[in-house]
């Protein structure tokens, strides 16, 4: 991906892909100028994602479907 070259270039530490269409979230944090997978997670979980952690989020609202 491009954007992610960039960034790394730039050296921004994390990056979160979203794909609203298979309602997926992918983590990812630069390590040594490598992309490392932090976690991927999707559907109606609630996550703590670096480097917001301290915020729960929940997947569902982006998705705009209903949590259990």
Not at 34 to 47: A, D, F, H, Q
Not at 55 to 65: T, Y
Request: hydrophobic share 50%; charged share 20%.
């Amino acid at each position: 991906m491009k954007k992610l070259t960039v960034y790394a270039r730039e050296r921004v530490q994390h990056a979160w892909l979203i794909d609203p269409i298979a309602q997926t979230l992918e983590a990812l944090q630069l390590e040594n100028s490598r992309w490392m997978i932090l976690g991927t997670c999707g559907g109606v979980e609630v996550v703590r994602l670096l480097p917001f952690e301290a915020i729960e989020l929940d997947l569902a609202v982006l998705w705009d479907i209903q949590s259990s």
